[in-house]
């Protein structure tokens, strides 16, 4: 079999609930989601009540500015603990795990569960790594989620890295298989989440295929074809988790640094999880992430963007220009909405022209903080709050996310999601990433 290592890549341990354990209410949607909504996160736990869940294993970022932070995180890491003792966590035989995933909005989105070596990773501007990030990676968000993962036992990922694999010849083949293959789980998701298949993948030869069909991804002729002559190959582009996965390489380096004798080559925190998606199958909708800022006068915040960049504030009711080469986004208050349209762009994407200005607008107003929002109809609902400005961004084409990352290097962060808020990857599986 081709060694899965030279493409960065381990055949995992994978955890999973023991048989008695509710797995709707096991599941939870990744702790980024929902930020500004806790009512979301309320309802999630009043549905779970007393029952074993992942809920226990995370920390919402709802409640990252949480006076009681620290205790939450101790009580994570004792939660951790317990369920590995209790064996409400199992442990699979090696293998990886092909996830079929349907939603509100797509009928099949189709996934690839493994280990990715963070040797192979490098979230540094101007990386030529085997995986990169897809946006900009921010130091300042890292600590948080350091102090979470540092004294975990586990890891549970939301973390999904693209492949760029028009042809199909990864994952999709897979699926051919599933009737011989161990049904690990199926059952429908909470919170209109939709529903979750996962089949047990331990074959060598399916194993095998998989490895060289990924390996072709690798090659100097695909990636010249691909990308142009003398670029190094991109296997993985980060879509979701960019910032989880940076910590987890913060805390490998921090560990080689720090270790005594040296760490042997398999330690487990060398390795992360995730879920792997080609970016050309149908269920993988992009989206954009949108802006909305709290305590911002609209009036002012409109004069200070007109002053920077020469745009067109355009309210509803008002005739749009169609000028599709234009870049623009919409927006909404309390007591208006409309679309701006940027005559002077300084980046080739809306987002990249916009980010700098909120940027510096937040420098001069520390009175304002911006969040970033999945779903426009919850930005629209969170927009229109007194004191609020929602900014609605355009899509992307995700057809040129591969080429543009290894040409530009990386793309403003928060560009875009995969999927809508309810379609983010839900918490099931883990991995033990300390010893106990």
């Known amino acids: 079999m081709l060694d899965p290592a030279i493409l960065g890549i381990k055949i995992p341990t994978v955890l999973v609930p023991a048989a008695h354990v509710d797995p709707t209410k096991w599941a939870v949607i990744a702790c980024d989601q929902y930020t500004s909504n806790p009512e979301y996160w ?8 007393a029952s074993p869940s992942t809920l226990d294993l995370i920390l919402p970022e709802v409640y990252l500015n949480d006076p009681k932070v620290g205790a939450k995180i101790q009580q994570i890491n004792e939660r951790m603990r317990t369920y590995l003792a209790e064996k409400i966590l199992v ?12 939603t509100a909005h797509v009928p099949s989105r189709k996934g690839l569960l493994l280990a990715v070596d963070l040797e192979k990773y490098d979230y540094r501007p101007g990386s030529q790594s085997l995986i990169r990030p897809t946006e900009e990676t921010i130091a300042d968000r890292l ?6 993962r540092e004294g975990a036992l586990l890891e549970v990922p939301h973390i999904m890295l693209l492949l760029d ?10 699926f051919a298989s599933t009737p011989d293959l161990p049904l690990l789980y199926d059952f429908d998701l909470m919170m209109n989440g939709g529903h979750l298949t996962g089949y047990h993948l331990t074959d060598p030869a399916l194993l095998n295929k998989t490895f060289q069909a990924l390996a072709r991804l690798t090659a100097p002729e695909w990636t010249a074809a691909r990308y142009g002559p003398d670029e190094a190959p991109l296997l993985f582009a980060v879509g979701d988790g960019n910032h989880s996965l940076a910590t987890a390489k913060a805390i490998w380096e921090r560990l080689k640094q720090t270790a005594s004798p040296a760490l042997p080559p398999d330690h487990p925190a060398r390795f992360c999880l995730v879920e792997a998606v080609n970016l050309y199958d149908e269920g993988l909708i992009f989206h954009p992430i949108h802006r909305l800022l709290f305590n911002v006068e609209a009036d002012r915040f409109f004069a200070e963007l007109q002053n920077q960049l020469r745009c067109r504030i355009i309210t509803t009711g008002q005739a749009v220009p169609d000028h599709p080469e234009t870049q623009y986004f919409h927006f909404c208050t309390a007591t208006t909405a409309g679309t701006v349209m940027i005559e002077n762009p300084t980046s080739v994407l809306t987002v990249g022209t916009l980010q700098p200005f909120l940027d510096a607008y937040l420098r001069r107003h520390p009175e304002s ?3 970033y929002i999945h779903g426009e109809e919850n930005l629209i609902a969170l927009g229109r709050q007194p004191g609020n400005l929602g900014l609605l961004l355009p899509p992307l084409n995700k057809h040129d996310l591969f080429k543009t990352i290894v040409h530009d290097g990386a793309l403003p962060r928060k560009t875009f999601s995969l999927g809508e808020a309810d379609e ?6 883990a991995r033990q990433i300390r010893r106990a």
């Open 369 to 371: 903080r911006i969040d």
């Open 165 to 174: 694999d028009p042809e199909q010849t990864v994952i999709e083949p897979l």
């Open 42 to 49: 309320a309802e999630v736990k009043r549905q779970i009540g």
């Open 143 to 148: 600590p948080p989620r350091i102090k979470i």
């Open 424 to 429: 983010k990857r839900f918490y099931f599986e």
């Open 91 to 102: 442990p699979l035989d090696p293998g990886l795990i092909l996830i079929d995933r349907r």
